[in-house]
């Protein structure tokens, strides 16, 4: 099956722009620093491997901006299918920061795409050396052996896989993995195995790995409209993009013949610690411009990040104080002490709630000019 771990992707064309621009989107702190998460969440996209995006900017310290601009120059022109300057584009960061996990595991899908696979298990090496850790490039190395329709070893490295990290994947990766080593074996003809793998596939609703597995035995004993029953069922129940991305195996396999034209699938997968890591940093982005939107006045604006801020990482303190405060500009009283009151519960040692709820609880039923607010102070409030 075809993927690649990128920025977020369910996009073609058009849309492929928006996702390098936004879905990568360098998010500043107050202090301008980069942010950690926005620069190494991963994507998983069609083409039977796992590419960044975008690469962890922080390692490459002195001149990470211009690195970060080769690689995504790299990354554009491998979606272009612009093999040979992709590859140029990432010779010349090897020549400045060999050690990049992230260029390495691309350069090792390009190799893939053009059926190098032994120049691409090199390069993917070398990407799991540098970072033992990178799911990405250990994908695309079990990846390797299921393109070149070696079921066995395809099935022995997605079995590591899960087994030296299946716990901390998302429940979108591990069913993906387990989906491809359950067609490992009935590629090989031992349907005896189906049952327990798709036993372990019936605890989550999360993918359509179920439907896609019914499909591929179907399609194994020749049954191409049972097969496509169990597909049309999951396109009703799941998000085109992740129908497309498990289909994909069942084309790579030959089972299907894969739509002309056709876009490469994708779907951004992460462990829980990078999911958390997202969310959080998701939250004080959001946070932060509502505090800037709070300062040039544009109330309207303001709650609506608060509330972005609130729904990726509910019940902050900070971020109900400030609730607080973009609605006592807004004159709404009542609403602004009880998100004061609230915050004081989530957190009884943060000082401004309680300044605050003092403040708007005195501010109630005053006419406007008798209304003294010092915002400075709930301005310079951190996020926490």
């Given at each position: 099956?075809a993927?690649?771990?990128?920025?977020v992707?369910?996009?073609p064309?058009?849309?492929?722009?928006?996702?390098?621009?936004?879905?990568?989107?360098l998010?500043r702190?107050?202090?301008?620093?980069?942010?950690?998460?926005f620069?190494?969440?991963?994507?998983i996209a069609?083409?039977t491997?796992l590419?960044?995006?975008?690469?962890?900017?922080?390692?490459?310290?002195?001149?990470?901006?211009e690195?970060?601009?080769?690689?995504?120059?790299?990354?554009?022109?491998?979606?272009?299918?612009?093999?040979p300057?992709?590859?140029?584009?990432?010779?010349?960061?090897?020549?400045?920061?060999p050690?990049?996990a992230?260029?390495?595991?691309?350069?090792?899908?390009?190799?893939?795409?053009q059926?190098?696979?032994?120049?691409?298990?090199?390069?993917l090496?070398?990407a799991?050396r540098?970072?033992?850790?990178?799911w990405?490039?250990?994908?695309?190395?079990?990846?390797?052996?299921f393109?070149?329709?070696?079921?066995?070893?395809?099935?022995?490295?997605?079995?590591?896989?899960?087994?030296?990290?299946g716990?901390?994947?998302?429940?979108e990766?591990?069913?993906?993995?387990?989906?491809?080593?359950?067609?490992t074996?009935l590629?090989?003809g031992?349907e005896?195995?189906?049952?327990?793998?798709?036993a372990?596939?019936e605890l989550?609703?999360?993918?359509?790995?179920?439907?896609?597995?019914?499909?591929a035995?179907a399609?194994?004993?020749?049954?191409?409209?049972?097969?496509k029953?169990?597909m049309?069922?999951a396109?009703?129940?799941?998000?085109?993009?992740?129908?497309?991305l498990?289909?994909?195996?069942?084309?790579?396999?030959?089972?299907l013949e894969?739509?002309?034209?056709?876009?490469?699938?994708s779907?951004p997968?992460?462990t829980?610690?990078?999911?958390?890591?997202?969310?959080?940093?998701?939250?004080?982005?959001?946070?932060?411009?509502?505090?800037?939107?709070?300062?040039?006045?544009?109330?309207?604006?303001?709650?609506?990040?608060?509330?972005?801020?609130?729904?990726?990482e509910p019940n902050?303190?900070?971020t109900?104080n400030?609730?607080?405060e973009?609605l006592?500009e807004?004159?709404?009283?009542?609403e602004?002490?009880?998100?004061?009151?609230?915050?004081?519960k989530?957190?009884?040692?943060?000082?401004?709630?309680?300044?605050?709820?003092?403040?708007?609880?005195?501010?109630i039923?005053?006419p406007?000019?008798?209304?003294?607010?010092?915002?400075?102070?709930?301005?310079?409030?951190?996020?926490?």
């Amino acid at each position: 099956m075809a993927v690649e771990w990128c920025p977020v992707r369910f996009f073609p064309n058009q849309a492929e722009n928006y996702r390098v621009q936004c879905n990568f989107r360098l998010v500043r702190s107050a202090d301008q620093s980069f942010s950690p998460y926005f620069m190494r969440i991963w994507k998983i996209a069609a083409v039977t491997a796992l590419a960044l995006s975008s690469f962890a900017a922080d390692n490459v310290a002195p001149t990470k901006s211009e690195l970060e601009e080769m690689y995504n120059k790299a990354f554009r022109a491998f979606d272009a299918n612009n093999f040979p300057e992709a590859l140029r584009e990432l010779d010349a960061i090897d020549a400045r920061q060999p050690d990049l996990a992230a260029s390495q595991n691309l350069r090792g899908v390009i190799l893939m795409r053009q059926g190098n696979y032994d120049k691409a298990q090199t390069a993917l090496l070398e990407a799991a050396r540098i970072d033992p850790k990178f799911w990405n490039a250990r994908f695309n190395l079990a990846e390797i052996p299921f393109l070149k329709k070696d079921w066995t070893e395809a099935r022995n490295r997605f079995q590591q896989l899960l087994s030296s990290g299946g716990s901390d994947l998302a429940s979108e990766a591990s069913q993906l993995v387990n989906y491809k080593i359950l067609l490992t074996y009935l590629l090989e003809g031992k349907e005896n195995m189906v049952d327990s793998i798709l036993a372990k596939l019936e605890l989550s609703s999360d993918t359509p790995a179920v439907d896609y597995v019914k499909a591929a035995v179907a399609l194994q004993h020749k049954n191409q409209k049972e097969a496509k029953d169990w597909m049309s069922a999951a396109e009703k129940d799941f998000s085109p993009q992740l129908n497309k991305l498990f289909a994909e195996s069942l084309y790579e396999v030959g089972w299907l013949e894969k739509p002309a034209g056709a876009a490469r699938p994708s779907l951004p997968l992460m462990t829980a610690a990078e999911r958390a890591e997202k969310t959080k940093a998701m939250s004080r982005s959001r946070f932060e411009q509502a505090q800037q939107a709070l300062r040039q006045r544009d109330f309207v604006a303001a709650r609506k990040l608060i509330d972005e801020a609130d729904q990726a990482e509910p019940n902050q303190a900070a971020t109900l104080n400030l609730r607080g405060e973009i609605l006592m500009e807004q004159k709404e009283f009542e609403e602004a002490e009880a998100a004061f009151k609230k915050a004081a519960k989530v957190d009884p040692k943060f000082r401004d709630t309680q300044k605050r709820g003092s403040v708007s609880k005195r501010c109630i039923n005053k006419p406007p000019e008798a209304i003294k607010i010092r915002r400075q102070n709930s301005l310079s409030s951190k996020f926490t």
